[in-house]
């Protein structure tokens, strides 16, 4: 009888990601240089690789947890350093895994582009606040971009995502919006290549 470890699926999950995610990046890097303005090495250094900083996030978001700091530190720190010898604290990630962003943003395209159009989809939108109502006049991240809105669960102030995905959960467009943006208006945009 085989013994099944309780993080197995785990693993299979981050291996097949991150050999998808690195087929990705062969193709799609090079194209990526070409475009880059001024120095080449934009990416501070770090002994993961772009592949590496993309898998985590998005295994993140599969597999799922309390937030991405809990899921770093007990998920993939306690049982995957075996597997990435070159895995850097949850501080060092979070300094460097901003450099994987435009990388992932091109990955997200592609993997909608790739998705089936079944003829069956679903489309909403939700908040994302991007701080309390009450520290609204001190904040200035988002300052010039973010909104105040007001959704089914109360005002907030930032951004709105709309989003369509088909009906066996595979994102098929995504749209990001300002928080006083009515959410309908997207909508034909978003699903003007969809039929069904």
């Not at 087929?23 to 120095?39: A, D, M, N, R």
């Not at 997200?108 to 009450?134: A, H, W």
């Not at 300052?143 to 709309?162: C, M, N, P, V």
Request: proline share 5%.
């Amino acid at each position: 009888m085989i013994t099944i470890s309780p993080n197995q699926d785990n693993v299979t999950i981050q291996t097949e990601l991150y050999c998808e995610i690195n087929e990705f990046v062969k193709v799609f890097h090079p194209i990526f240089e070409k475009h880059l303005i001024g120095e080449r090495r934009q990416r501070p250094f770090c002994r993961l690789s772009v592949c590496e900083t993309m898998t985590i996030p998005v295994a993140y978001q599969i597999i799922g947890g309390l937030n991405f700091k809990s899921f770093y530190k007990d998920v993939i720190w306690q049982f995957h350093r075996d597997e990435s010898p070159s895995l850097v604290t949850y501080q060092r990630f979070a300094e460097v895994a901003p450099t994987a962003l435009i990388p992932l943003a091109l990955f997200l395209k592609f993997r909608m582009e790739m998705s089936d159009k079944t003829g069956v989809y679903v489309i909403d939108s939700t908040p994302l606040r991007v701080c309390m109502n009450q520290r609204i006049p001190r904040h200035k991240v988002f300052k010039d971009i973010a909104q105040r809105g007001e959704s089914s669960t109360g005002r907030f102030y930032g951004f709105w995502l709309h989003m369509v995905i088909n009906h066996v959960g595979r994102l098929m467009s995504v749209h990001i919006s300002a928080g006083n943006f009515d959410d309908r208006k997207p909508v034909l945009g978003m699903v003007k290549n969809l039929a069904g």
